[in-house]
C-alpha cells in the first residue's frame, strides 16, 4: 500500500511570493491534515480536511489556506511569503478517529 | 500554552538496555495519544498508541503506559537498537478531533 506523498519535496522562493505544496493520501484515507515544522515552534497544525471541507483550523494567518479535491488529494497555497514561512510542511492522512500517517514533507526556503 | 511536553530534549542509552520516553499533558479532553519517530529532513513514523480506556499498549519491542490521572504517558523500548535512534514524539487528541498536539521531540541516541 503507498504512503502518502507530497510534492514538491524542496522549494526555494522569494519574499512576497506564493507557494503551493500537494499532498496525496494513503488510498481510502479522508481526513488529510497539514502541520508546519520550525526549529523554534516545533510541530504545528495548520488544518484539516475531510470531504473537500475544512473541518479544522490552526492559529495560522489567513496567507494559509488549504483544498481537498474529491479523490482526497489536497494542496496547501501560502500567499505573500514571508522569511519566518521557511520550514517543513508534513501532510498526514488518516481515518477519522484513528492513527494518522505523515508523508515525507515539503521544505520549503524563503529568501 | 504548552499542552503536551516533552521534558527530557535528549536521552541516551546502551544498545540492548531499555529506552524509557516520557510525555506530559496538561488538557484532559485529550483521550488518544501517539508517539512517533521522526528522523531530520522526513515526515514522523508512527510507532504506536494508546486510547485513555487503556493504560499499556504493546506493539513487538514498543510499550506505551498511561496514567490518565497523573497526565502521563510514556513509551518503552526494549530492547533498544542502533537504528533507534531519532527524534521521538508524543502526539495527543480528542475523539472527533483529529487535530494532533505534539510535544517538543526527545532526542534518543543509542550507544553501541
Known amino acids: 500500500k503507498a504512503g502518502v506523498t507530497q510534492t514538491p519535496r524542496y522549494l526555494i522562493k522569494t519574499r512576497g511570493q506564493q507557494v503551493t505544496l500537494s499532498c496525496s493520501p494513503i488510498?481510502?484515507?479522508?481526513?488529510v491534515s497539514w502541520y508546519q515544522q520550525t526549529p523554534g515552534q516545533g510541530l504545528q497544525f495548520l488544518f484539516e480536511?475531510?470531504?473537500?471541507?475544512?473541518?479544522n483550523k490552526g492559529n495560522f494567518p489567513g496567507r494559509f489556506s488549504g483544498r481537498q479535491f474529491s479523490n482526497s488529494r489536497s494542496e496547501m497555497n501560502v500567499s505573500t511569503l514571508e522569511l519566518g514561512d521557511s520550514a517543513l510542511y508534513l501532510c498526514?492522512?488518516?481515518?477519522?478517529?484513528?492513527?494518522?500517517?505523515f508523508g515525507p514533507g515539503t521544505r520549503l526556503t524563503v529568501l | 500554552d504548552q499542552q503536551v511536553k516533552q521534558n527530557s530534549p535528549s536521552l541516551s542509552v546502551q544498545e540492548g538496555r531499555i529506552s524509557i520516553l516520557n510525555c506530559d499533558y496538561t488538557?484532559?479532553?485529550?483521550?488518544?495519544f501517539l508517539w512517533y519517530k521522526k528522523y531530520p529532513a522526513e515526515g514522523p513514523t508512527f510507532l504506536i498508541s494508546?486510547?485513555?480506556?487503556?493504560d499499556k499498549n504493546e506493539d513487538g519491542r514498543f510499550t506505551v503506559f498511561l496514567n490518565k490521572s497523573a497526565k502521563h504517558l510514556s513509551l518503552h523500548i526494549v530492547p533498544s537498537q542502533p537504528g533507534d535512534s531519532a527524534v521521538y514524539f508524543c502526539?495527543?487528541?480528542?475523539?472527533?478531533?483529529?487535530?494532533?498536539?505534539f510535544g517538543t521531540g526527545t532526542r534518543l541516541t543509542i550507544i553501541p
Open positions: 498526514a492522512s488518516g481515518r477519522s478517529n484513528d492513527e494518522q500517517f
Open positions: 488510498s481510502g484515507h479522508r481526513s
Open positions: 480536511y475531510f470531504s473537500e471541507t475544512q473541518r
Open positions: 488538557n484532559s479532553m485529550f483521550d488518544y
Open positions: 494508546i486510547s485513555s480506556i487503556k
Open positions: 502526539a495527543a487528541k480528542t475523539f472527533g478531533n483529529e487535530k494532533l498536539t
